[in-house]
């Protein structure tokens, strides 16, 4: 074999090992797209399992209601096959919300065997027959919640509008009046409710007279607007903090006072060293300049005209400054801190 002849052996076994990777990686992603579009045919069937039973048990339950000489015949058994094959293989799906549609099955069948033996027994079917009514607005929560949201709880799916759920059941065939002495959709909202679902708008709590007529005191209510929404912990609160502040205040005004027994008490030393130091010159000063060094010295200590002392606004200022720096560090919540 020569070289030429070996190089053209060599590059036609390696393209024919790629082109045979090729189509064993092909083939597989055949038989994996294949098995992914099985799974979500498998599932999609226990949906349409589902809402077949549960419209048969609509119309069934509406026969019995209208006839009254139905036989425990007309009721037909319930049967899941595609659900069980989902349960036996190894689909990748969510088991929890597959436990919840058996559970509904197990619901469906126990009140079809009631309504089934009340027939059978010519016996008053009424609560057998709420009961059964009840477990069909259960399984079409149950098929909703599984068909639109993927089996996942109820408050793990956030705000719905309930007018989405009511076109949903309008689009699977279930109307208004299919159950007799009801209104099947509405049941089935506030049956979504009652189980978590966020639905909006909330339902109306008074009509438009009574919302109207009522007479609201907004004094009695704690949690009034217009600045009154405190709880008794934040009125306690602020009952101790106005306590506080006059605490502060008294002791300020105890330190006021205690500032203007000092300044007398200097005064009074002063003029006993004044009249001391001005006995021997005593005659020689006039009557208008005794009034002005009197003037002088009681504007000085602060008993001028009846004032208690030289009025200083900055003084007040600052004392005002104080107090409201006190109520914002008791305002700021604890667990805060400055930037």
């Known amino acids: 074999m020569s070289e030429s002849q070996f190089y053209t052996f060599f590059t036609g076994g390696l393209g024919l090992l790629v082109a045979a990777a090729l189509l064993i990686a092909w083939q597989l992603w055949r038989i994996r797209d294949d098995e992914r579009d099985g799974e979500a045919s498998a599932l999609e069937g226990v949906a349409h399992e589902l809402r077949i039973n549960l ?8 026969q019995i209601h209208a006839s009254d000489d139905a036989g425990p015949d007309l009721l037909l058994p319930v049967r899941h096959p595609q659900l069980d094959g989902v349960n036996a293989s ?25 309504v089934r033996a009340a027939l059978a027994q010519k016996r008053d079917a009424t609560y057998s027959l709420d009961d059964a009514m009840d477990a069909t607005i259960n ?33 699977h065939n279930f109307s208004q009046a ?17 189980y978590g679902l966020h639905l909006t708008p909330r339902p109306l709590t008074h009509t438009a007279a009574e919302y109207y007529a009522m007479h609201y005191d907004r004094m009695a209510d704690p949690r009034s607007p217009f600045g009154r929404r405190k709880t008794a912990e934040e009125m306690e609160r602020a009952k101790q903090k106005a306590a506080e502040k006059a605490a502060r205040k008294a002791t300020k005004q105890a330190e006021k006072e205690a500032a203007k027994a000092a300044k007398a008490h200097d005064k009074d030393d ?26 002088f010295e009681r504007a000085v ?34 667990g805060s801190r400055s930037n």
């Open 301 to 334: 200590t602060g008993d001028l005209n009846g004032e208690s002392g030289l009025h200083n606004p900055v003084d007040d200022a600052m004392d005002e400054f104080e107090e409201e720096m006190a109520d914002f560090g008791d305002a700021v919540p604890r």
């Open 55 to 62: 419209q048969r048990f609509v119309a069934e339950i509406s």
């Open 178 to 194: 299919a159950l007799p002495g009801m209104y099947l959709r509405d049941e089935v909202v506030e049956r979504l409710r009652a």
């Open 270 to 295: 002063h003029k006993a060293k004044t009249a001391a130091a001005a006995a021997p010159a005593g005659g020689k000063r006039t009557a208008a300049a005794n009034v002005e060094e009197d003037d």
């Open 90 to 114: 190894m689909i990748r799906a969510n088991r929890n919300a597959l436990a919840v549609i058996g559970n509904t099955y197990q619901e469906l069948e126990a009140r079809k065997m009631a």
């Open 139 to 171: 399984g079409i929560a149950t098929l909703y919640m599984w068909e639109v949201h993927r089996g996942a709880r109820p408050s793990e799916v956030g705000r719905v509008r309930s007018w989405d759920v009511r076109d949903w059941m309008k689009g």
